[in-house]
Antibody
Framework: QMQVVESGGGLVKPGGSLRLSCAASGFDLSDYYMHWIRQAPGKGLEWISYISGSGRTIDYADSVRGRFTISRDNARNLLFLQMNSLRAEDTALYYC???????????????WGQGTLVTVSS | DIQMTQSPSSLSASVGGRVTITCRASQSISRYLNWYQHKPGQGPKLLIYGASSLQTGVPSRFSGSGSGTDFTLTISGLQPEDFATYYCQQSHSTPPYTFGQGTKVEIK
């Protein structure tokens, strides 16, 4: 059974750091691009970062660029999001998701975890 | 960046009824449009990809149409388990991979 499970969320003060993890099972993580997507309270979904299967291609949303770092450990089937310089507006439920390509350049997010909650507050 | 605008932001409908949600892109995205269903406490679930292709296991009461900038998700014969929030998402361009703001479908 294919699934992803996020962990590592919690309460952190503004300016603090947190590292999220996403454990994949039932598929080989190295075969897929993986993404982090978040949902702030009462808001919609916001894409924040992706990493290619090899880890060589990475990108971020402007809202987190320079503060967040995505990485992966394919040997352990794990995805990470290192979050530094956290702000109140980073408070959200953070999801990891697998991207499956079905056509040249076309993909969808087909597996999502239940999310891990990050609260940034003093 | 490509902006995605959904309408309405919320709606009320009866079990057995028909629901139509629209999604408009700020520029042409061909058919690179996906639809997701999101319920509290769960991760979003893929319903439709490529504007009109039904994901495996998704009931046929869900359908999608459109191309270019205008897209529609239709639920025919609404079931109790369909009450949720629905999001469109474009996968056409380089990042950011934007979502619509969501449409909450509530019970009338």
């Amino acid at each position: 059974q294919m699934q992803v499970v996020e962990s590592g969320g919690g309460l952190v003060k503004p300016g603090g750091s947190l590292r999220l993890s996403c454990a994949a099972s039932g598929f080989d993580l190295s075969d897929y691009y993986m993404h982090w997507i978040r949902q702030a309270p009462g808001k919609g979904l916001e894409w924040i970062s992706y990493i290619s299967g090899s880890g060589r291609t990475i990108d971020y949303a402007d809202s987190v660029r320079g503060r967040f770092t995505i990485s992966r450990d394919n040997a352990r089937n794990l995805l990470f999001l290192q979050m530094n310089s956290l702000r109140a507006e980073d408070t959200a439920l953070y999801y990891c998701s697998r991207a499956t390509y079905y056509h040249a350049g076309a993909y969808f997010f087909d597996y999502w975890g239940q999310g891990t909650l990050v609260t940034v507050s003093s | 960046d490509i902006q995605m605008t959904q309408s309405p932001s919320s709606l009320s409908a009866s079990v057995g009824g028909r629901v139509t949600i629209t999604c408009r892109a700020s520029q042409s995205i061909s058919r690179y449009l996906n639809w997701y269903q999101h319920k509290p406490g769960q991760g979003p679930k893929l319903l439709i990809y490529g504007a009109s292709s039904l994901q495996t296991g998704v009931p046929s009461r869900f359908s999608g149409s459109g191309s270019g900038t205008d897209f529609t998700l239709t639920i025919s014969g609404l079931q109790p388990e369909d009450f949720a929030t629905y999001y469109c998402q474009q996968s056409h361009s380089t990042p950011p991979y934007t979502f619509g703001q969501g449409t909450k479908v509530e019970i009338k």
